[in-house]
């Protein structure tokens, strides 16, 4: 029985060799398809993206005056509270509450028939000290009386006539009078009462003008002047806007709170307002300083604070090149805002083209085109 020829098989490191020869052929194709991919990205990064759309303002110079915010109490021109000096007890009553009186009215009368007594005496003894006197003076000039009777004489009539002028006093002080004109507030007495000095008869106050008490901080001290127009509202006319003059200041600075106390005076013929009204006044500083003003919208916020996006002329850009532009976020500070404009201190020029919307999806460095110029926003406000 012949045997067959045996098959002989392929080594093991051939077939390793092929399938390492396998994974470089697929990972060379994996690598070229990849390089093409960035070449192709790199292609597309290396183009110019269009510039983004905006719309600018043109930045302005502008005077600020400043607006000063204050609280303050009305205070009457005049008022007192109506007290007696003597004690007594009330024979009369001239007046009525609320009532509008003149300088020099009669307002009580106390019993004064004491007072009237010592009058009429003292007035006595002025006449006896007086005829006494006129009849030394004829026995004088025939020799019967020396000089020093005459002056003895001529004194004791002083005296008589100073005890009538203190009876006078003190008759005067039992009828009790208006110290000026205005209105009465409410009666506190009544007929036949007993009052002792310092107890308050009625209340009586000018109210034709009154006067605006009100403080302001240290740093606002050089905003006054005097007649400086101040404006106010009260509660009672929340609509209603009053004005009052200023009319002086403390020179003196409070140690405790640094602040300065200031009346102004206010015209009050109308009666509409009262002593101890509550104000919220609103007054314009004297001091005026330079501004660039913009459109509020063209304010925005990063972490450095308040800032704003300014446009500036790409490199190259001419006259016979349509002017490209960039964006430069500058960090500004924001004194007021009123009337949708922003009033800026620092970091914005005059003239400066600034970016009034959109500045979320901004940043600094990115090319823009303005498609529409708001340069004239004042009056769109209007």
């Known amino acids: 029985m012949s045997e067959q020829p045996k098959t002989r098989k392929p080594r093991l490191w051939f077939r390793l060799l ?20 960035i070449q192709q990205k790199i292609a597309q990064g290396s183009q110019t993206p269009p510039p983004i759309s905006v719309t600018v303002a043109t930045a302005e110079a502008a ?3 400043q607006r000063v915010h204050a609280i303050g109490s009305l205070v009457a021109f005049q008022g007192v509270d109506v007290t007696t000096e003597v004690s007594g007890v009330i024979t009369a009553i001239n007046f009525d509450s609320g009532q509008r009186i ?47 009777d005459v002056d003895t004489q001529a004194a004791l009539v002083d005296i008589a006539e100073a005890e009538v002028r203190v009876a006078e006093v003190a008759l005067a002080k039992k009828r009790i009078y208006a110290p000026f004109s205005g209105k009465l507030g409410i009666r506190q007495i009544d007929l036949g009462e007993y009052v002792a000095p310092s107890d308050n008869i009625v209340t009586l106050l000018s109210l034709e003008r009154l006067y605006l008490d009100f403080t302001l901080p240290e740093a606002n001290f050089n905003d ?22 200023v009319e002086a200041w403390n020179p003196q600075l409070d140690v405790n709170t640094r602040n300065v106390a200031i009346r102004a005076l206010v015209a009050n013929k109308d009666g509409l307002l009262a002593p101890g009204m509550f104000a919220d006044i609103s007054l314009f500083s004297q001091r005026r300083k330079a501004v660039i003003t913009v459109p509020e919208t063209a304010v925005f916020y990063n972490i450095y604070g308040e800032a704003a996006y300014v446009l500036e002329t790409e490199p190259g850009s001419g006259e016979t090149v349509e002017p490209g532009y960039r964006l430069a976020a500058r960090q500004i500070h924001v004194l007021y805002r ?45």
């Open 18 to 37: 092929l399938i390492l020869l396998l994974l470089a052929a697929i990972a060379g194709g994996l690598a070229l398809q990849k390089y093409l991919q």
């Open 63 to 65: 005077e600020w005056q």
């Open 102 to 148: 003149e300088a020099g009215t009669l307002l009580v009368e106390l019993d004064n028939r004491t007072e009237t007594a010592n009058l009429e005496a003292a007035q006595a003894r002025l006449a006896s000290d007086s005829s006494q006197y006129q009849r030394l003076l004829k026995l004088k000039d025939q020799k019967f009386v020396t000089t020093n």
């Open 224 to 245: 006054l002047v005097n007649d400086q127009v101040v404006a106010f509202r009260v509660r009672s006319y929340p609509e209603r806007v009053f004005n009052a003059r």
């Open 338 to 382: 009123r009337d949708g404009i922003a009033g800026v201190s620092s970091g914005l020029d005059a003239a400066d083209l600034v970016v009034t919307s959109g500045q979320l999806k901004l940043y600094p460095s990115l090319r823009v085109s303005i498609v529409d110029d708001v340069s004239d926003y004042r009056s769109t406000l209007q």
